[in-house]
């Protein structure tokens, strides 16, 4: 059997996917492995790119942008490796990263997803896990709740050496034990892009598997790159991607009294960054940034959260 199947999914960030491939056959020597790069209608002759590069690779090319968990599914289904890798276009795995995660996995086979270390170029932190989204989490700051409470919301700001369990890890590069997505299923395809992963660890720790945060596994992640291509609709598709999470994992109480603060805390910040604007009479370009997203999401509300709006393909009916 294959040790790992690796799963790209890829939206017009060419560059960055050959750069990951490269990073994964010269960094991973002496674990069996395959290569999965599944293709969301990109138009920047990614997939041409990748075939005459790697032609190893299983390129699965599809002719719209299916969302990241659709995409992924595709990929699972084809694959028979012990692990499956999720990993991003904008991560550069480090020498012994792979190893680290499959090592640890082999050692603990209660585990059903372990997390890496996400890092920036210069080697900075990145917020490599989370707590799931609850009232508390999304309603208040967050970084108070990480001051006032440490334990019970880790930071990146806490150095950590050792493997930890956590709720639920950043999907930028996971590993994920194949025998535990047969017990608890693929991705939700429900959500389109963002929470899917933080929906899977969920299920997984219903069905009794752990996840883990593995410091020692460091990742290189760029961040947001096919995000900064469509801000707003991203912005839109989180929050879609909120209220999903919330319908399928909390009571219905919770549900309905988040989707109505949710919406206030939206027009509190929309006020808000429309009086800072006024003062400085629309010259700032963050400030004028921040209000559009604000403006859009509002409009998404007011228009009752429409499919048409965010990153799903579609015309306006």
């Known amino acids: 059997m294959i040790d790992l199947c690796f799963i790209i999914v890829n939206w017009n960030t060419r560059q960055l996917l050959l750069d990951c491939i490269d990073s994964i056959c010269t960094t991973v020597t002496d674990l069996s492995y395959q290569i999965y790069v599944v293709d969301n209608g990109s138009t920047d002759d990614s997939v041409k790119v990748v075939r005459e590069r790697f032609p190893l690779a299983m390129v699965i090319e599809n002719c719209e942008n299916k969302g990241f968990a659709a995409a992924v599914n595709q990929a699972l289904g084809k694959n028979a490796a012990t692990y499956s890798v999720l990993i991003n276009t904008d991560t550069l795995l480090h020498k012994n990263a792979i190893r680290v995660m499959y090592s640890f996995m082999e050692q603990h086979k209660d585990v059903g997803i372990v997390g890496s270390q996400l890092e920036k170029p210069d080697g900075t932190r990145q917020h490599s896990y989370d707590n799931y989204p609850t009232l508390a ?57 963002f929470l899917e992963e933080t929906d899977w660890c969920y299920r997984m720790q219903k069905a009794g598997w752990k996840v883990y945060h593995v410091p020692e596994a460091r990742v290189v992640h ?41 919406l206030v805390k939206i027009l509190i910040n929309f006020i808000a960054n429309f009086i800072s604007n006024v003062f400085v009479l629309f010259q700032h370009r963050k400030l004028r940034y921040r209000l559009s997203i604000y403006a859009m999401l509002l409009g998404w509300h007011l228009l009752l959260c429409p499919d048409w709006m965010g990153l799903k393909p579609g015309k306006k009916s």
């Open 137 to 193: 989490t999304e309603l208040f700051n967050k970084s108070l709740l990480q001051w006032l409470f440490p334990y019970r919301y880790p930071s990146k700001k806490q150095s950590f050496v050792q493997p930890m369990e956590v709720e639920s890890v950043i999907g930028a590069c996971m590993m994920i034990r194949n025998e535990a997505i047969k017990n608890v299923g693929k991705l939700d395809e429900d959500y389109f892009f």
């Open 222 to 262: 760029l961040g947001g790159q096919s995000k900064k291509m469509a801000p707003w609709q991203s912005q839109i598709e989180y929050c879609r991607s909120l209220y999903i999470f919330f319908k399928k994992n909390r009571t219905i109480v919770s549900y309905r009294v988040f989707r109505t603060f949710y």
